[in-house]
């Protein structure tokens, strides 16, 4: 099974609204970070959460970690069309100091007009 | 712009041929990776370089080799293709350690017929 995943397969909003993605994990994490992909497009960071932080913000970004029940979320506020994209979380493990970063299955947000 | 450039970006190869995905990465960053991505299973990670020279197996190694010739080549190798391999490749490089950001180039996609 997966070490982290995401708990929707797919979200649907109306431009404006705001969304939140959210994921587990299954291991002890040094840090979590949150990609984006757009159709056609490799992966791209948005946030990296370090285990030792509770809340980070990138501009309409926010996203919450919380290590005692294992879980992520990834808030958008006012959302856009072109935030419609593939949203990851992924976790760096303690104890692996390799680099690797273990994905989850992702979730699908549309953002209509 | 530092970039990771991954080629070709389509390829169709028959089954029981050899296939090399090749990626370079102009970021100067020590590690690199190889992932695949299929619906469902969001990216999983096949092999990864610590730098030149070296090559370490992931978590879905079989039927794949990689080679790392120098710091900036690090190609995927598929010496009998099989129609299970048929996925979409992302290359991408990193600096490594325990909070570690990747670079992801923008994916080939392999038909294997």
């Known amino acids: 099974s997966q070490l982290a995943e995401e708990n929707l397969w797919a979200l649907s909003v109306h431009e404006g609204e705001s969304v939140t993605v959210n994921c587990s994990y299954k291991t002890s994490i040094t840090a979590l970070q949150w990609y984006r992909q757009k159709s056609g497009e490799g992966p791209a960071q948005l946030i990296l959460i370090r285990s030792n932080e509770r809340e980070k913000r990138n501009g309409r970004l926010r996203a919450t970690l919380d290590t005692s029940s294992q879980s992520s979320s990834l808030s958008i506020t006012a959302t856009r069309c072109e935030d419609t994209a593939v949203y990851f979380c992924a976790t760096s493990n303690t104890g692996a100091n390799t680099g690797k970063l273990t994905f989850g299955h992702g979730t699908i947000l549309r953002v209509h007009p | 712009e530092a970039a990771v450039t991954q080629s070709p970006r389509n390829k169709v190869a028959v089954t029981g041929g050899k296939v090399t995905l090749s990626c370079n990465q102009t970021n100067n960053h020590n590690n690199m990776y190889w992932y695949r991505q299929d619906t469902g299973h969001g990216l999983r990670l096949i092999h990864y370089s610590y730098g030149a020279g070296s090559t370490e197996k992931g978590d879905i190694p079989d039927g794949y080799k990689a080679s790392r010739p120098s710091q900036e080549n690090f190609s995927l190798i598929l010496e009998l293709a099989t129609p299970s391999q048929t996925s979409v490749y992302f290359c991408?490089?990193?600096?490594?350690?325990?909070?570690?950001?990747?670079?992801f180039g923008a994916g080939t996609r392999l038909s294997v017929l």
């Open positions: 991408a490089s990193g600096l490594g350690g325990l909070q570690n950001t990747l670079y």
